[in-house]
């Protein structure tokens, strides 16, 4: 259904990513920590995480505030 799709957007300084994948792959726990080690790499401070599950597929959406110094 959604594969391993990974979508981002940007508005001013918070940044959001969407992780999603199947549920029988354990390839979208993997998925959802690089995106948070990503995150983390660059100095985001990390403002919610939130994971949904439907009909199989999982998705995670990240939100980061990318200038948590301002």
Do not use: C, I
Request: glycine share 8%.
């Amino acid at each position: 259904m959604f594969g391993n799709d990974d979508q981002q957007m940007s508005v001013g300084r918070y940044q959001a990513r969407l992780v999603s994948g199947q549920m029988r792959q354990k390839s979208h726990q993997q998925s959802v920590q690089e995106v948070l080690d990503e995150g983390a790499a660059k100095g985001w401070r990390l403002v919610n995480a939130t994971t949904t599950n439907a009909s199989g597929a999982w998705v995670t959406s990240v939100y980061w505030d990318t200038t948590p110094d301002r």
